[in-house]
């Protein structure tokens, strides 16, 4: 059975300053892997997603991840934050082939002035 | 126009209660779902449909029936509320092939059993 962690449940920073979000998952076969934000009060909305080719991969916000299958992991990150990116941020793996989209227990980032 | 809708937005409601919430999304997926959102943020699959057709039905007690009348519409029906179905609940959908497509998720349902 797949699994998603996401070791960190809170990171803070400092606004401009880089941060790393990371996100393991467990899986016997191959699989897709998203990151969401989620805003207070909002739903999720999708911030990248590994499907298969580069294993770098750009979103949206300036936000990218890199997909790590030998240590399994799917770290996201941002090279200068800002205040508005305050949110918490979920990683998700799917299995080609099924519909079951599986997320992590969420990392909240908090940007501090 | 947007594009997941759920409704009602804010439930409260007694334990004992039966409701129901909607989903209806309006981008022509196949393919819809209901999460469950605890306290502690952590996401939960419930149920999904394809075409009408249940797909995923996890560990979820059979108070709890989805029903989907076309594509485009997917509710959730509770009965018997407890305390601990206090949660957001949310509605997604998809596209494309199985697993590859982006979630869609609607803003949430709010739901308090006092």
């Known amino acids: 059975a797949q699994s998603v962690t996401q070791l960190d449940s809170q990171v803070p920073v400092f606004e401009e300053a880089p941060v790393e979000l990371r996100c393991n998952y467990s899986s016997s076969v191959s699989v897709y892997l998203f990151w969401y934000v989620q805003y207070p009060n909002q739903g999720l909305q999708l911030l990248l997603k590994y499907l298969s080719g580069s294993t770098l991969v750009k979103g949206i916000n300036g936000f990218e991840a890199e997909f790590n299958k030998s240590q399994t992991s799917f770290h996201l990150r941002k090279p200068s934050v800002h205040i508005s990116d305050t949110a918490e941020y979920f990683c998700a793996v799917s299995e080609p082939g099924t519909y079951k989209y599986i997320f992590g227990t969420g990392t909240r980032l908090k940007v501090l002035a | ?114």
């Open chain 2, 1 to 114: 126009d947007t594009a997941v809708s759920q409704t009602p937005k804010y439930l409260v409601t007694q334990m004992g209660n039966d409701k129901s919430i909607k989903c209806e999304q309006n981008l022509g997926h196949d393919t819809m779902y209901w999460y469950k959102q605890d306290s502690k943020k952590f996401l939960k699959i419930m149920f999904s449909y394809n075409n009408k057709e249940l797909i995923i039905n996890e560990t979820v007690p059979n108070r709890f029936s989805p029903k989907s009348p076309d594509k485009a519409h997917l509710n959730l029906h509770i009965n018997s509320l407890e305390l601990g179905d206090s949660a957001v609940y949310f509605c997604a959908s998809s596209q494309s092939r199985a697993g590859t497509g982006e979630l869609f998720f609607g803003e949430g349902s709010r739901l308090t059993v006092l």
